[in-house]
């Protein structure tokens, strides 16, 4: 292996973190047998004077092996953050050892001894499997893994070049990165060499070249046509498409892939010099403008079709991209490296006459297109001297050539948003901002069931090194009501429509027990969780998974979720499928079983893991269900059964009131304690109390001043299973605006709205959470995106904040 001290990035502008095995050194048989250049270590500690000393390496090994291989005087992030150290050979930062590991020992290595060519690698805060020398055995050690640290909240499952290490939960790769960069005040001279530089991350997955990699982050738009949607980043590489359907097999997995190149595709700009990125308005239609230093420009076109076709919305999973000379000549280079089995099969293209064809395990996808094949599979850059059209879709011929299809699907697919659009009643006030929301939900929208799932993603961490990485594409009943609510606001009634009938068929099911608290968005995709083995996470961020194990939780406001949204069949005129009789009788079960579990115990709103305790959001919601039932039975005609339910609803409103206000006047997340949680501030919502209530000003004063952090709301103050929240989980702060307003506090309503307007992303997107701004470092979005919850918080604040039509517009002066 060479190395060349010129291919580093500029000293001033860039921090640079080397990851060592596979990047640094050449991957060998055991972590014991790889080989350091002799030339190395000083080459590198002639590399930190040039960046200023902004040098890190960062590596899953123990710091002690790190400083026999390099020697000291390099700041370094080892054991996969658990330990960072300064070049000064001060400790910043040290996970606390967990027991649990030392439990987990004995079982491993009788694993590893009756399986030849494996390797168990003990360290202080982790256990490391290896199977390099023996592959064949990577199924079997990754599952006994995951049932071994399965009991143990604190333990994650980090996958690796052919292994698996159970490690304690600490920062991680990607947090250590963040840890170097957000400088405290008190140790401000000593990192501020690392506050504001471009951080860049080398290596994290083997190749044969050494790539410079910019860390992500959440600059993304989003195509899509209510089968499939993508996800492309400000230069116009789409990061994560699931194919062929919202749930499905992420084809471009690049958002959680530290290889440059492997699950995107890209199209890049030679001496590309900017970038400019924007919707079309009131349209999914994205368009990309990458300039060079030469003053050459190109556009990138890409959306994915959806119009009305004989009589219904033709929607195939499909993918167009359009690539225009703008200015000049351009040169480009286009890469597309589709995957299958979450990252486990990068397939080589196989030429066609003007297509491509990536066969998969289960599909196979075909690239037709009017450029240069041999470009695209050989990657080389060409000059785009007219434009170009790529259409991704099924393995099968198109009826068109390239660019008449584009022209067709181009202006059909923008003539259906625009009247989309057009149908919505949107606010007066924040109508961009509404619009883009709507549009954004509705590509979170899987229209052959009605499921809308909670985000397009899986895994993006919630925050730094939390491990809180979930799989949000799965639809959760607590969230329908408050879709329905938004959609019913926005006129847009038959995408409400639709998912009233996802509601419905869950109702109409074959069991009528207690129900799971989410659902596939289909059938085909299984609930149950694993860990994606090659795959490394968000900036290397893990651990990947797919399923959600919340599906097994207790989570009693299931019920009110489903009654209250339920509830609209019964008094929507507009709608074409009606409550009636029969549903009632479907619905009193749950009324019965939510009037038993309200003060029973479950995981809650948050889904804690370790814990359960009676919640004040669920006893809640339970109340909803039983209020809600009256309602129900008063539409029918049945005033006795309506009495019953009023009756046993104010009952458990009386019992529940007794218990969550605590003796300083507030309102407590959890009943009989004094616990201070923002999803209390939604029972004005539903009813369950006025937002002028003096509880319920108590309340709004005590979340002010104990969960606002930043100028954001989080979602609790206490500790759970990972530790305390770190990030302000943006629906949170929209409760509070919409309770503010409630409780006649408009104009402090309105500072926080406008301050989350400001989180959004670069075309108006948001994810579930934020990182305030702090220490002179701006806002960073985090968690799963784009997030349908956060749309729907944002949609139902600006209908609560904004001005009427007639007093902005009709009686303006």
């Not at 092996?65 to 000291?72: A, K, S």
């Not at 097999?249 to 530290?258: K, Q, T, V």
């Not at 009193?588 to 038993?596: F, M, N, Q, S």
Request: with cysteine.
């Amino acid at each position: 292996m060479t190395y060349r001290l010129t291919q580093v990035p500029p000293s001033r502008e860039s921090a640079v973190f080397l990851d060592i095995d596979g990047t640094l050194l050449d991957l060998a048989a055991t972590p014991d047998a790889v080989i350091v250049p002799p030339q190395l270590p000083e080459l590198l500690r002639q590399l930190a004077v040039r960046q200023g000393g902004a040098l890190a390496l960062i590596s899953g090994r123990m710091l002690a092996d790190i400083d026999l291989m390099f020697g000291t005087g390099i700041a370094v992030a080892a054991e996969h953050g658990a330990i960072l150290r300064n070049a000064d050979g001060g400790i910043i930062w040290r996970t606390p050892v967990s027991p649990a590991l030392s439990s987990l020992i004995a079982p491993l290595r009788a694993a590893v001894a009756a399986r030849p060519g494996t390797l168990l690698e003990e360290k202080r805060f982790g256990i490391a499997l290896h199977w390099r020398g023996g592959p064949g055995f990577a199924a079997e050690l990754t599952a006994l893994a995951t049932s071994l640290a399965a009991p143990h909240p604190e333990l994650l499952l980090q996958p690796a070049h052919a292994a698996l290490e159970i490690r304690v939960r600490g920062p991680g790769k990607a947090a250590a990165l963040e840890i170097f960069r957000r400088a405290r005040a008190a140790c401000r001279a000593q990192f501020s060499r690392w506050s504001s530089r471009r951080h860049c991350l080398v290596g994290g997955r083997p190749r044969r070249r050494k790539e410079i990699t910019v860390m992500p982050d959440l600059n993304l738009a989003v195509i899509g046509n209510g089968c499939i949607a993508s996800l492309i980043d400000q230069n116009g590489t789409h990061v994560w498409c699931c194919w062929p359907r919202l749930d499905g097999d992420p084809i471009f997995h690049g958002l959680l892939n530290a290889e440059p190149t492997s699950g995107r595709f890209a199209v890049s700009l030679d001496q590309q010099v900017s970038a400019t990125q924007r919707y079309l308005p009131n349209t999914a239609i994205v368009e990309t403008i990458l300039r060079d230093e030469a003053g050459n420009a190109l556009r990138v076109i890409d959306y994915c079709p959806r119009f009305r076709h004989y009589g219904r919305v033709f929607r195939p999973p499909m993918l167009i991209r359009r690539i225009e000379p703008l200015i000049g000549m351009p040169r480009v280079k286009i890469v597309l490296k589709p995957g299958f089995a979450y990252g486990a099969q990068h397939p080589q293209a196989v030429m066609g006459s003007n297509h491509l064809r990536y066969p998969g395990p289960d599909f196979t996808l075909r690239a037709t297109t009017d450029m240069p094949l041999a470009h695209i599979v050989h990657e080389h850059s060409f000059t785009l001297s007219r434009p170009g059209t790529l259409v991704l879709s099924a393995d099968e011929p198109l009826e068109q050539a390239p660019e008449a299809l584009f022209n067709h699907f181009y202006l059909e697919t923008l003539a259906y948003w625009q009247n989309w659009v057009a149908d919505l009643n949107i606010p007066f006030d924040w109508q961009d901002a509404v619009i883009r929301s709507a549009i954004t939900l509705k590509l979170c929208s899987f229209d052959d069931t009605g499921g809308i799932v909670a985000a397009l993603t899986t895994s993006v961490p919630e925050a730094p090194g939390s491990g809180r990485t979930w799989d949000y594409r799965f639809c959760w009943l607590r969230d329908s009501f408050f879709t329905i609510a938004a959609l019913n606001r926005l006129s847009a009634t038959r995408t409400m429509e639709t998912y009233l009938g996802f509601v419905l068929n869950i109702v109409h099911g074959p069991e009528m027990g207690e129900i799971s608290p989410l659902f596939p968005v289909a059938p085909g995709m299984a609930l149950t969780e694993w860990i994606v083995p090659d795959l490394e996470g968000y900036g290397g961020d893990g651990p990947v998974r797919v399923g959600n194990a919340a599906a097994t939780q207790r989570q009693n406001d299931a019920y009110g979720a489903i009654i209250l949204s339920l509830a609209q069949l019964f008094v929507d005129q507009r709608l074409s499928v009606r409550g009636d009789d029969a549903l009632y009788e479907r619905l009193r079960p749950l009324g019965e079983i939510a009037a038993r579990v309200a003060l029973e115990p479950d995981a809650g709103i948050w889904e804690f893991r370790g814990r359960a305790r009676v919640h004040s959001f669920s006893a809640a919601m339970c109340w909803a269900a039983l209020s809600r039932l009256a309602l129900i039975a008063n539409a029918i005609g049945r005033e006795h059964e309506a009495a019953m339910w009023s009756t046993r609803a104010n009952e458990l409103r009386t019992e529940i009131m007794a218990r969550i206000v605590t003796p300083q006047g507030w309102l407590s997340g959890v009943l009989d304690q004094e616990v201070c949680d923002a999803s209390v501030l939604i029972l004005p919502e539903i009813g369950f109390i006025a937002a002028d209530s003096p509880e319920f000003l108590a309340t709004l004063d005590a979340i002010e001043a104990r969960l606002m952090h930043g100028g954001f709301v989080m979602r609790y103050e206490d500790a759970d299973d990972f530790g305390k929240p770190e990030t302000a989980f943006l629906l949170c702060s929209f409760w509070y605006v919409n309770a503010l307003a409630l409780a006649g506090r408009r104009d402090e309503a309105l500072a926080l709205f406008e301050r989350v307007l400001a989180a959004r992303n670069h075309v108006g997107l948001l994810s579930e959470d934020l990182a305030p701004a702090q220490d002179g470092e701006p806002a960073r979005l985090w968690g799963n995106f784009p997030q349908t919850y956060s749309q729907v918080g944002l949609i139902l604040c600006a209908m609560r904040l904004s001005r009427s039509w007639e007093d902005g517009l009709w009686r303006a002066s």
